[in-house]
T-cell receptor, first 113, second 111 residues
Framework: GAGVSQSPSNKVTEKGKDVELRCDPI?????LYWYRQRLGQGLEFLIY????????KSGLPSDRFSAERTGESVSTLTIQRTQQEDSAVYLC???????????FGQGTRLTVV | RKEVEQDPGPFNVPEGATVAFNCTYS??????FFWYRQDCRKEPKLLMS???SGNEDGRFTAQLNRASQYISLLIRDSKLSDSATYLC????????????FGAGTRLFVKA
């Protein structure tokens, strides 16, 4: 079946603009994660959704970042008033449960100019 | 202390060498463990799960020591194509299970 799908694959935006990134998880996967990866750096946890539980937002770096997920479907990550330091690849992953392997999308490469 | 810690690397090895990656985790309630591989400018992909009894897949061997909260990955007879970043992954329980990635160790295999 289809894997995790992210859109857009690339996004260039001007500093101060808002951006919205989309993630379509694998059907039936209850867990969904967003990570950020700056060039040459490791994965930075942002937010985690598990079913209908309250999301774990402990990794969001500032109140400019927010994410939503309706049920076990699509998630959107919104970054308001983008800054140059927001430039990174934003990776989404989903898993069948909270302890099973996670499958990644190909990421959205965000460049803030 | 980070929840998952790995050797910082990078490791530079010749073809045919054996290379070992080590990882420690802080949460003793962690339940599942994985090694992922990430190629340059690509997303991470599962390499292998790690079981308490240890497991092997061809040239790759993964081991888990729950008492020491330690995970390892051994690559034997390394190939040029093994060059990548290797990520230790733990499903932790910090107010709810979630997947925690180590920072990764970069491996360069040279001819």
């Amino acid at each position: 079946g289809a894997g995790v799908s992210q859109s857009p694959s690339n996004k260039v935006t001007e500093k101060g603009k808002d951006v919205e990134l989309r993630c379509d998880p694998i059907s039936g996967h209850t867990a969904l994660y967003w990570y950020r990866q700056r060039l040459g750096q490791g994965l930075e946890f942002l937010i985690y959704f598990q079913g209908n539980s309250a999301p774990d937002k402990s990794g969001l770096p500032s109140d400019r970042f927010s994410a939503e997920r309706t049920g076990e479907s699509v998630s959107t990550l919104t970054i308001q008033r983008t800054q140059q330091e927001d430039s990174a690849v934003y990776l989404c992953a989903s898993s069948l449960g909270s302890v099973t392997e996670a499958f990644f999308g190909q990421g959205t490469r965000l460049t803030v100019v | 202390r980070k929840e998952v810690e790995q050797d910082p690397g990078p490791f530079n090895v010749p073809e045919g060498a054996t290379v070992a990656f080590n990882c420690t985790y802080s949460n003793s309630a962690s339940q599942s463990f994985f090694w992922y591989r990430q190629d340059c400018r690509k997303e991470p992909k599962l390499l292998m799960s790690v079981y308490s009894s240890g497991n092997e897949d061809g040239r790759f061997t993964a081991q888990l020591n729950r008492a020491s909260q330690y995970i390892s990955l051994l690559i034997r007879d390394s190939k040029l194509s093994d060059s990548a970043t290797y990520l230790c992954v733990v499903n932790g329980n910090t107010g709810g299970f979630k997947t925690i990635f180590g920072a990764g160790t970069r491996l360069f295999v040279k001819a």
